[in-house]
């Protein structure tokens, strides 16, 4: 439970930190927002920073990343003999099986919905809820597939979501805690938290709240083909099964997508790797003997790629190069000063304080927030936002990011552009978003809007792991 990889310096492990430097300079440049990076390499951390106000020990939503800790479980069950990946995923299910009576539907067996193939031409998620909006695997498999199984590949919730429930039903556990022994406990990964449906059922689609740490040890242990610390604890043969193209995706259009896919992993022009949306990644580089986990927010998940295959992929050196302690240091140095940009405002407004203190602003559109107040407290500022299913508090950060940790986590900074206009950034600290606040004196109107829009649909006050965590 206690495990940490032991640290080591870039150069110890023939890593060149001046690569690292200019793959930080290459995402700025790019303006793709990282939170975290760690880069392994034969076992050894060699570079590791959080842009604050994110922070080492805190979870992070993984979203499509999940998905490779869904496939671990599935890989665990099959080893203890609860499932076959040949077995027809209707027979986990008997009570649907006699009105599944399409052919396709019923070949659709395990080991195509672990691979993205259950012969469905699109994603399926809102077509299984229409049909069936209590039970996600009878809507599934009563919307028969066009292409028989196993000859078409789609990137399809409820391909995962199925393989999940088939473990949680067969091991009459959640996910996180059918885990927890089995995979969480060896490799020390801490509490973490998984969303669940109106079933009871973690998603295994997506999420999963971990941190950045439990991310490189999920590839480490791949990368050792399923050993840790001297111990199999998952098999070689589903290692290797996972992480080999089990179905060709030629037409997907960026070249990082089309590489072919496992069993909920994705192959890559190098190594292969578990990644989600807005650029959470698990990236296993078997040449090169290292992983690479990153958490972000950003719509260019290719350019992320693009940027790690320029710069990190040769910082990865096989020569004994003479080691360069100037360069680890600086790069170590950079490493612990990240910071997200926060908006460019003075810290109070230059008049009119008592205009601002305790007035509300009311936000025109409908979202996430109602009403944004703004009060003046000892400490300086504190933003209010009402929203449907409540209030959150945060102290406005005027020189860096301040944080709240009840009801859910939270960061804000902010300040005035102008006497008459006040902007302010709120992260939900243990995803990857962020609102962008701005209140206009004249008129009292607020406007507020996502910089990355949240995939799960889940009001602010649920935007939090301690919701379903239990693990």
């Given at each position: 439970?206690?495990?940490?990889?032991?640290r080591?310096t870039?150069?110890?492990?023939?890593?060149?930190?001046g690569?690292?430097q200019?793959?930080?300079?290459?995402?700025?440049a790019?303006d793709?927002?990282?939170?975290?990076?760690?880069?392994?390499?034969?076992g050894?951390?060699?570079?590791?920073g959080?842009?604050a106000?994110?922070?080492?020990?805190?979870?992070?939503?993984?979203?499509?990343?999940?998905?490779?800790?869904?496939?671990t479980?599935?890989?665990?069950?099959?080893a203890e003999?609860?499932?076959?990946l040949d077995?027809?995923?209707?027979?986990?299910?008997?009570?649907?099986?006699?009105?599944?009576?399409?052919?396709?539907?019923?070949a659709?067996r395990?080991r195509?919905?672990a691979?993205?193939?259950s012969?469905?031409?699109?994603?399926?998620?809102e077509q299984?809820?229409?049909?069936d909006?209590?039970?996600?695997v009878?809507?599934?498999?009563?919307s028969p597939?066009?292409?028989?199984?196993?000859s078409?590949?789609?990137?399809?919730?409820?391909?995962?979501?199925?393989?999940?429930?088939?473990?949680?039903?067969?091991?009459g556990m959640?996910?996180?805690?059918?885990?927890?022994?089995?995979?969480?406990e060896p490799?020390?990964i801490?509490?973490?938290?998984?969303l669940?449906d109106?079933?009871?059922?973690?998603?295994?689609?997506?999420?999963?709240h971990?941190?950045?740490?439990?991310i490189?040890?999920l590839?480490?242990?791949?990368?050792?083909?399923g050993?840790?610390?001297?111990?199999q604890?998952?098999?070689?043969e589903?290692v290797?099964?996972?992480t080999?193209?089990q179905v060709a995706?030629?037409d997907?259009p960026?070249?990082?997508w089309?590489?072919g896919?496992?069993?909920?992993f994705?192959m890559?022009?190098?190594?292969?790797r578990?990644?989600?949306?807005?650029?959470?990644f698990?990236l296993?580089?078997?040449?090169?003997e290292a992983?690479?986990a990153?958490?972000?927010?950003?719509g260019?998940?290719?350019?992320?790629?693009?940027?790690?295959?320029a710069?990190?992929?040769p910082a990865?050196?096989?020569?004994?190069?003479r080691?360069?302690p100037?360069?680890d240091?600086?790069l170590g140095?950079?490493?612990?000063?990240?910071?997200l940009?926060?908006p460019?405002?003075a810290p109070?407004?230059?008049?009119?304080?008592?205009?601002?203190?305790?007035?509300?602003?009311v936000?025109?559109e409908?979202?996430?927030?109602?009403?944004?107040?703004?009060?003046?407290?000892e400490?300086?500022?504190?933003?209010e936002l009402a929203?449907?299913t409540?209030a959150?508090?945060?102290?406005?950060?005027a020189?860096?990011?301040t944080?709240?940790?009840?009801p859910?986590?939270l960061?804000?900074?902010?300040?005035?552009?102008a006497?008459?206009?006040?902007?302010?950034?709120?992260?939900?600290?243990?995803?990857p978003?962020r609102?962008t606040?701005?209140?206009?004196?004249a008129?009292?109107?607020?406007e507020v809007?996502?910089?990355?829009h949240?995939?799960?649909?889940l009001p602010?006050?649920?935007?939090?792991?301690g919701l379903?965590?239990?693990?």
């Amino acid at each position: 439970m206690s495990f940490r990889f032991p640290r080591s310096t870039p150069s110890e492990q023939q890593v060149d930190a001046g690569r690292v430097q200019a793959f930080l300079d290459a995402v700025e440049a790019a303006d793709i927002e990282l939170h975290s990076l760690m880069l392994v390499r034969r076992g050894s951390v060699v570079a590791e920073g959080w842009w604050a106000p994110y922070s080492a020990d805190r979870v992070h939503l993984l979203y499509s990343l999940s998905k490779s800790f869904a496939s671990t479980a599935a890989g665990l069950a099959a080893a203890e003999g609860l499932l076959d990946l040949d077995d027809p995923l209707v027979s986990h299910f008997p009570e649907f099986d006699a009105e599944i009576t399409d052919p396709g539907s019923r070949a659709i067996r395990l080991r195509h919905v672990a691979a993205m193939a259950s012969g469905h031409r699109q994603e399926m998620i809102e077509q299984a809820l229409r049909v069936d909006p209590d039970e996600p695997v009878r809507g599934f498999l009563l919307s028969p597939p066009e292409a028989e199984p196993g000859s078409v590949f789609a990137y399809n919730q409820p391909c995962t979501y199925s393989l999940a429930a088939v473990v949680q039903r067969r091991t009459g556990m959640r996910l996180t805690e059918y885990l927890r022994p089995r995979l969480f406990e060896p490799l020390g990964i801490g509490e973490v938290g998984w969303l669940r449906d109106g079933t009871g059922r973690e998603l295994g689609f997506s999420g999963l709240h971990a941190r950045t740490e439990d991310i490189a040890k999920l590839g480490q242990l791949y990368l050792q083909g399923g050993v840790w610390q001297g111990a199999q604890l998952l098999p070689a043969e589903w290692v290797q099964a996972a992480t080999r193209s089990q179905v060709a995706n030629p037409d997907e259009p960026n070249p990082d997508w089309r590489q072919g896919y496992g069993f909920q992993f994705w192959m890559s022009r190098h190594g292969y790797r578990g990644d989600g949306a807005y650029g959470q990644f698990c990236l296993v580089l078997p040449e090169q003997e290292a992983v690479v986990a990153i958490t972000a927010a950003t719509g260019d998940m290719q350019g992320l790629l693009d940027a790690a295959w320029a710069e990190l992929l040769p910082a990865f050196r096989t020569t004994d190069d003479r080691p360069d302690p100037a360069a680890d240091e600086q790069l170590g140095e950079r490493l612990r000063s990240l910071s997200l940009p926060r908006p460019a405002a003075a810290p109070a407004p230059g008049a009119g304080r008592e205009e601002w203190t305790g007035r509300s602003f009311v936000v025109g559109e409908p979202g996430p927030v109602e009403a944004v107040r703004i009060v003046g407290v000892e400490a300086g500022w504190q933003l209010e936002l009402a929203t449907p299913t409540g209030a959150l508090t945060v102290p406005i950060g005027a020189d860096g990011w301040t944080t709240a940790e009840q009801p859910v986590p939270l960061a804000c900074a902010g300040g005035w552009p102008a006497d008459d206009l006040f902007r302010a950034d709120v992260i939900m600290l243990e995803t990857p978003h962020r609102l962008t606040i701005t209140c206009r004196l004249a008129d009292g109107s607020a406007e507020v809007g996502w910089r990355e829009h949240p995939l799960h649909g889940l009001p602010l006050t649920d935007m939090h792991s301690g919701l379903f965590s239990g693990s």
